[in-house]
């Protein structure tokens, strides 16, 4: 597999709570199973636990092995990707050998659009606590490994029941119960995962607008969700640190431009679809 050649990174903003064990060895919850990954040189190392009795059959392990290449994008080629990136830019292909192996995961939308209601004006750390007390809170249990409780991440409809929002605001939510709420009752009412799923099929445009409707989302996080989890791969979320990086790197004439206005973000977003093509968003990540 292509990924031993380059370590593929975690990265604790985009996913809830992979987490290093020992070196070179992570574990977390993918859907309703705990995995525990480790890689060298040629392979990767897949254990998992999980609830299914027919665990010995053909087609169960090749449903395993389907859902890991699914979630690191295992069928494109980083070779091919840094390649292409680092003849259309030469600022990428300096800073791009201080970051080989960079995948964007494919997650699931559900947990994608939640996690980062929570990140708002948030820190990691802060983050991951959050996102731990909702799937503690109203998630299903998985079972105990190594004395740690893993749950899944908590379907749309766990989190429609009678006093969410205050038990939220209890766990330290803050405004960000009030959305959690309001966002579970549109995708409720627009058709719950289906119509999330739906949004992977649309143009980028369409899916970002309709993601646009849910409270607590603005550009920058819509496009986070469409780049992680509806497969929207030239969606490129700008923040005030690639603002920085594009008014001094690519687009000089931005420079004393003081706000991230709606005007600039397009153009920034704009500028790098043009450059780095459908894999923008990748690139941008590297």
Not at 40 to 65: G, I, M, P, R, W
Not at 102 to 127: A, G, H, M, T, W
Not at 210 to 221: A, M, R, T, W, Y
Request: proline share 3%; aromatic share 12%; glycine share 6%.
């Amino acid at each position: 597999m292509e990924q031993s050649q380059h370590r593929s990174r975690f990265c604790e903003a985009e996913n809830r709570e992979w987490f290093e064990i020992e070196s070179n060895n992570w574990r977390g919850v993918l859907g309703e199973e705990i995995w525990s990954l480790t890689q060298d040189e040629k392979y990767l190392y897949c254990e998992v636990v999980h609830k299914n009795e027919n665990t010995q059959t053909n087609a169960f392990v090749s449903s395993l092995k389907e859902k890991i290449r699914k979630y690191f994008r295992l069928d494109v080629s980083l070779a091919d990707l840094y390649k292409s990136w680092s003849q259309a830019d030469p600022l990428f292909q300096n800073v791009s050998k201080s970051f080989p192996g960079v995948r964007i995961l494919d997650q699931d939308p559900v947990e994608n659009v939640f996690s980062f209601i929570c990140s708002s004006n948030n820190n990691i750390k802060r983050i991951t606590n959050l996102v731990n007390h909702l799937c503690n809170e109203f998630g299903v249990v998985i079972g105990t490994l190594d004395d740690t409780e893993f749950y899944t991440f908590p379907p749309v409809d766990n989190l429609l029941r009678n006093g969410v929002q205050e038990k939220l605001r209890h766990l330290g939510f803050g405004y960000r119960a009030k959305y959690i709420e309001m966002s579970a009752n549109v995708i409720h009412e627009k058709g719950g995962v289906d119509w999330l799923n739906h949004l992977r099929e649309l143009s980028y445009e369409e899916a970002h607008s309709q993601i646009l409707e849910l409270p607590g989302v603005g550009s920058k996080v819509a496009d986070c969700i469409c780049l992680m989890s509806l497969n929207h791969l030239q969606s490129v979320p700008v923040d005030t640190h690639v603002f920085q990086i594009a008014s001094r790197e690519y687009l000089p004439h931005l420079k004393g431009k003081k706000s991230l206005t709606t005007k600039i973000y397009n153009e920034i977003s704009g500028h790098f679809r043009k450059l780095f093509g459908s894999y923008a968003g990748w690139a941008h990540s590297c």
